[in-house]
């Protein structure tokens, strides 16, 4: 007792030196006030959130501002984006709060180390898609057949069994070929500094994801899928590649008119463009199974029964899909700025806008009539007009078919909660599915994706990249088997 009053009387002496907190300190505690309130107001009018409370949002930007500070120093531990002629990277900043803001709505139940793996792969995932518009469009025929076997070994995939499904997959890009299925992957040609850098950089990329320990911790059949997934959407961004150039070589052809031309690309119709190459193209299959690999238990598997892995395969296929739709119903104008393949490129489309508005013109008055009495000045306004009506009927369609996806994602995930055998997965999938859903509620408001800059565009429009190699050297297929 008396050792205890000691230390008391002892305490109650001691001199209190009061220290100010520094700038750094006090800035965890501050958010940029220009951007913050921008994206609250972006926020409140969506859909997903417009009934959640001020302190909520609040709250969820205050946490987001702590993973932005990390994200802006992790920018460039792959990819040197300061390398890529791509405009300033604007959705940063989105990334973050978009994951904080669906987690609180379901009462935190993602981990802060589950949070952060998911806002650093969101990152990488847009990095990868600008990398591949830029860097590995300078690559020679040669050097990309190199990189498609690089990539192929990196997920571990063996030689690939041809199957009409693999051709359809492909949209039937292949070329003649007098050659062997598969030439020799060792050509003695030289390896360029590009070549070298270019598959260095993919292969860190794909290292980041099969490495990752919870990866590795996981079953067999997920690093399994996960591996083929991450292969085909690698694979996916080449084909973009491909039908870009398609379309801007028609584009420049001038032989036929616009919607003409671009009948002449849809070799598969929408339908199965928009499920494979599409869908794939998004990174939402592959990061799905990477974030239960995240969620799940490592000495357990999280959808044991064939109907949880069907369910949650159909989730995210249907999830991808919607994504991809809401993607392109949002950069529609810089996809056409870019000569990028959209949705709305597909005959379907433009052809049932055609007849609409022969049938029914989109004006309160007839348009038709008000031409041939308009002055000839005037008649150029008409016809902008009437391109207009018929851009906004086709992406009407277009989101009338992604709330379709959008039903099918929610019946799957209402069957695939009665099934999963683990309590609370259903939770963190659900914040998976709001993240995805944020993103392309955010496109249809506004394009937050980085634009390839003038110099870029300028040296694209000179060079004629021939990329109809991916058929000579890999054929896809489904029928795929994993090492």
């Given at each position: 007792?008396?050792?205890?009053?000691?230390?008391?009387?002892?305490?109650?002496?001691?001199?209190?030196?009061?220290?100010?907190w520094?700038?750094?300190?006090?800035?965890?505690?501050?958010?940029?006030?220009?951007?913050?309130?921008?994206?609250?107001?972006?926020?409140?009018?969506?859909?997903?959130?417009?009934?959640?409370?001020?302190?909520?949002?609040?709250?969820?930007?205050?946490?987001a501002?702590?993973?932005?500070?990390?994200?802006?120093?992790?920018?460039?531990?792959?990819?040197?984006?300061?390398?890529?002629?791509?405009?300033?990277?604007?959705?940063l900043?989105?990334?973050?709060?978009?994951?904080?803001i669906?987690?609180?709505?379901?009462?935190?139940?993602?981990?802060?180390?589950?949070?952060w793996?998911?806002?650093?792969?969101?990152?990488?995932?847009?990095?990868?898609d600008?990398?591949?518009?830029t860097?590995?469009?300078?690559?020679?025929?040669?050097?990309?057949?190199?990189?498609?076997?690089?990539?192929?070994?990196?997920c571990?995939?063996?030689?690939?069994?041809?199957?009409?499904?693999?051709?359809?997959?492909?949209?039937?890009?292949?070329?003649?070929?007098?050659?062997?299925?598969?030439?020799d992957?060792?050509?003695?040609?030289?390896?360029?500094?590009?070549?070298?850098?270019?598959?260095?950089?993919?292969?860190?990329?794909?290292?980041?994801?099969?490495?990752?320990?919870?990866?590795?911790?996981?079953?067999?059949?997920?690093?399994t899928?996960?591996?083929?997934?991450?292969?085909?959407?690698?694979?996916?961004?080449?084909?973009?590649?491909?039908?870009?150039?398609?379309?801007?070589a028609?584009?420049?052809?001038?032989?036929?008119?616009?919607?003409?031309?671009?009948?002449?690309?849809?070799?598969?119709?929408?339908?199965?463009?928009?499920?494979?190459?599409?869908?794939?193209?998004?990174?939402?299959?592959?990061?799905f199974?990477?974030?239960?690999?995240?969620?799940?238990?490592?000495?357990?598997?999280?959808?044991?029964?064939?109907?949880?892995?069907?369910?949650s395969?159909?989730?995210?296929?249907?999830?991808?899909?919607?994504?991809?739709?809401?993607?392109?119903?949002g950069?529609?104008?810089?996809?056409?700025?870019?000569?990028?393949?959209?949705?709305?490129?597909?005959?379907?489309?433009?052809?049932?806008?055609?007849?609409?508005?022969?049938?029914?013109?989109?004006?309160?008055?007839?348009?038709?009539?008000?031409?041939?009495?308009?002055?000839?000045?005037?008649?150029?306004?008409?016809?902008?007009?009437?391109?207009?009506?018929?851009?906004?009927?086709?992406?009407?369609?277009?989101?009338?078919?992604?709330?379709?996806?959008?039903?099918?994602?929610?019946?799957?995930?209402?069957?695939?909660?009665?099934?999963?055998?683990?309590?609370?997965?259903?939770?963190?999938?659900?914040?998976?599915?709001?993240?995805?859903?944020?993103?392309?509620?955010?496109?249809?408001?506004?394009?937050?994706?980085?634009?390839?800059?003038?110099?870029?565009?300028?040296?694209?429009?000179?060079?004629?990249?021939?990329?109809?190699?991916?058929?000579?050297?890999?054929?896809?297929?489904?029928?795929?088997?994993?090492?």
């Open positions: 007792m008396l050792l205890k009053k000691v230390y008391q009387l002892t305490a109650l002496q001691i001199s209190i030196e009061r220290f100010d520094s700038d750094r300190l006090r800035g965890l505690f501050v958010l940029p006030a220009e951007n913050s309130t921008q994206m609250k107001q972006m926020l409140i009018n969506l859909p997903l959130f417009g009934k959640s409370s001020s302190e909520y949002i609040e709250i969820a930007f205050l946490e501002n702590y993973f932005t500070r990390r994200l802006y120093q992790s920018r460039s531990d792959i990819f040197p984006r300061a390398q890529m002629p791509m405009t300033t990277d604007k959705y900043p989105y990334i973050p709060i978009i994951w904080t669906c987690n609180g709505k379901f009462g935190q139940s993602l981990s802060p180390e589950t949070l793996e998911m806002i650093y792969l969101s990152m990488l995932n847009y990095q990868i600008e990398y591949m518009e860097v590995v469009l300078r690559l020679s025929k040669s050097e990309l057949r190199s990189l498609v076997f690089r990539i192929q070994d990196g571990g995939i063996n030689d690939c069994y041809v199957s009409l499904l693999g051709l359809e997959l492909l949209g039937g890009i292949r070329e003649a070929s007098s050659g062997p299925f598969f030439p992957r060792n050509n003695g040609s030289p390896t360029s500094e590009l070549l070298s850098k270019t598959c260095s950089t993919i292969s860190t990329y794909i290292e980041h994801i099969l490495q990752h320990p919870v990866v590795l911790r996981a079953p067999s059949w997920i690093r899928n996960l591996a083929v997934e991450l292969y085909n959407f690698l694979l996916a961004h080449l084909i973009q590649n491909v039908d870009n150039e398609r379309l801007r028609s584009k420049k052809s001038g032989t036929q008119s616009r919607h003409k031309s671009r009948a002449c690309l849809s070799q598969n119709d929408y339908f199965k463009w928009v499920r494979s190459t599409a869908a794939d193209n998004t990174s939402c299959p592959f990061s199974l990477f974030f239960i690999c995240l969620v799940g238990k490592s000495d357990e598997s999280t959808f044991e029964r064939p109907q949880s892995r069907y369910l395969q159909g989730l995210a296929r249907h999830l991808a899909t919607m994504c991809r739709q809401y993607n392109d119903y950069s529609s104008a810089r996809d056409t700025e870019e000569g990028n393949l959209n949705s709305l490129d597909f005959a379907e489309f433009f052809e049932n806008s055609s007849e609409q508005l022969d049938s029914k013109p989109h004006f309160e008055f007839d348009i038709h009539s008000a031409e041939a009495e308009a002055p000839a000045d005037n008649k150029i306004e008409i016809e902008e007009a009437e391109a207009l009506n018929s851009v906004q009927a086709m992406k009407e369609e277009l989101m009338a078919i992604a709330e379709f996806e959008r039903g099918c994602m929610e019946l799957a995930l209402e069957r695939l909660g009665a099934v999963i055998e683990r309590p609370g997965i259903t939770k963190s999938i659900r914040v998976f599915i709001d993240v995805t859903d944020l993103f392309g509620q955010i496109y249809v408001q506004k394009d937050i994706a980085s634009r390839l800059s003038h110099r870029h565009k300028a040296l694209c429009g000179r060079r004629n990249v021939i990329l109809f190699f991916i058929f000579d050297c890999c054929e896809t297929s489904i029928f795929m088997r994993v090492k």
